[in-house]
């Protein structure tokens, strides 16, 4: 902020740009008293940054009267600076006028960077900007509902974005990295969509691939916010990662396929072979391997332990007679749970 200290009595502060921040200086400055306050913005309506993915679909137009969100005491003046001069305190517009301050308000916001993977700039959409949503819905609106989206990044707006294409029945394929941060984080999203879904009453849906796409991603994005609140307020040290003592990835990545050979080539037919069939070859990966029968989990399955400790709890899904589904779960906190359930049904 740029001022005039000669002139306390009656202060002119001009705001350039009307976007959260702008906003905001603008209303809190107009409350104090001896002070008037003008906010220069290109648009004469305010843009919701945060729902421009909603605007891409249509459930929301991402756009707010600035009479809505200014307080009454704030002028607006719809127009674009293009020359600050401090020496003469004014701001000159590209319509031709010019404003005298005694304090300057820098709040033009940011803007996203040039793509920087080739094709991008020319192919792809941003949802960056209202106009650049705007394009988008232009553009879906004239691509068939069957056709493939392609969201890349997984920050908070590609996570969203992707989940309003999906909720409208698009088929969506989210492209990103270790946006988790490790695949433990994954598995718990994957886990937590697995229990909502289950849970679906699927005449309901219409689509179920956009829907269970829908509940992915929300539970990425709850995962994200949950990430970021643990780093905000852990205070002690970071420690090192530890080291791995047991099999490592690729131990248990080719032992899963063994598995999957296995059973397609000698397939075991009903409930208990398959869950017999599966904690025997589990056993192939080392150490003590016991199990035990248990219905509490809302399937047959078995609770698996390692050297006396739970390693994992192996569910079966039964339609008809038949196992359609077999999941395993090896969350450490769903585990305890597991643990606490198991004693008590023991005693």
Known sequence: MSQNTENTENSEVVVLGGGYGGVKAANRLARRAGVSVTLVNPRPDFVERIRLHQLVTGSDDAVEDFGEV???????????????????????????????????????????????????????????DLDGARRLRSALADTPATAPVIVVGAGLTGVETAAELAEAGRCVTLVCGGVLGSAADAEDVLQETWLRWTDVDLAQVRDRRAYLVRITTRQALNRLRTLKRRKETYVGPWLPEPL??????????????????????????????????????????????????????????????????????????VEDGRVTRIYYVRNPEKLTRVESETVLAGR
Do not use: W
């Open 244 to 317: 791995l003592t047991a099999p490592d990835v690729a131990e248990d990545a080719e032992l899963a396929e063994s598995l999957s050979l296995a059973l397609a080539l000698r397939p075991a037919v009903g409930a208990d072979k398959v869950l017999r069939y599966m904690a025997g070859s589990l056993g192939k990966a080392g150490g003590t391997l016991t199990g035990e029968a248990t219905t509490g989990i809302g399937n047959p399955g078995l609770v698996l332990r390692l050297d006396g400790g739970i390693d994992g709890v192996l569910a079966a899904r």
């Open 70 to 128: 200014l307080g009454g005491n704030v002028r607006l003046v719809v127009d674009t600076a293009t020359l600050i001069a401090p020496a003469e305190r004014r701001v000159h517009l590209a319509g031709g006028s010019t404003l005298a301050y005694d304090h300057l308000v820098y709040a033009v916001g940011s803007g996203a960077s040039a793509p920087g993977v080739p094709g991008a700039a020319e192919f792809a959409h941003a949802v960056a």
